[in-house]
């Protein structure tokens, strides 16, 4: 796929990708059987993830809310500055909460988020990623579920990661081929 004269390769199709998820899913409802969970989903990146882990779901009641934070910087990478645009509509106090993101890269939102939500005293507190690419960590942050883990430094688009805002609806994961761009 070219875009923006850029070649992008498939890097997770989409089938590999349901099955990861399905099996994520089983994994969170396990370790929270029989209790309630909130599904905080980080917009805009991890709503079509946070979408399809919860239809993963069995007969397990979740209650999904959602916050925005964002950090500036180029279309390619973080300025390390991060901002909380939207908060939470729901009190976490004493509440099992599951943060839901697209990617931890550097591991800065991820950690900024997770301090905020602490001191708000949720019972547990857990995060969920669709992507875990290692190379880029700023700081030490290792997610509690990961579907993928890349140990390579890849501009990745497609299943809610964008390029320039766009390209988020694509049911598969592209990866920028600097090679034949």
């Known amino acids: 796929m070219k ?7 498939v890097l997770f ?7 990861r998820i399905h099996k ?5 409802q396990h370790d929270f059987h029989g209790e309630e969970l909130i599904i905080v989903c980080i917009l805009k990146g991890a709503f079509i993830f946070a979408s399809d882990l919860v239809r993963n779901f069995d007969d397990f ?13 180029n279309e390619t990478e973080s300025s390390g500055y991060i901002n909380l645009v939207k908060d939470l509509e729901k009190d ?9 993101e697209d990617i931890v890269d550097s591991g800065l939102s991820l950690d900024y ?12 507190l857990k995060t969920c990623v669709f992507i875990d690419k290692k190379p880029r960590r700023k700081i030490e942050f290792k997610p509690d579920y990961s579907c993928f883990e890349l140990d390579e430094d890849l501009f990745v688009i497609g299943y ?4 320039q805002n766009c390209y988020r609806e694509l049911n598969e994961v592209y990866y920028l081929d600097d090679s034949r761009s």
């Open 3 to 9: 875009i923006d004269d850029k070649k992008f390769d």
């Open 13 to 19: 199709e989409k089938k590999e990708i349901e099955k």
């Open 24 to 28: 994520i899913a089983k994994k969170i």
């Open 61 to 73: 009641k979740c209650n999904i809310n959602f916050i925005q934070i964002s950090s500036y910087g």
């Open 92 to 100: 976490i106090k004493n509440r099992n909460v599951l943060i839901v």
């Open 113 to 124: 988020l997770t301090k905020i939500l602490k001191e708000r005293q949720p019972k547990k």
């Open 160 to 163: 809610g990661l964008d390029y």
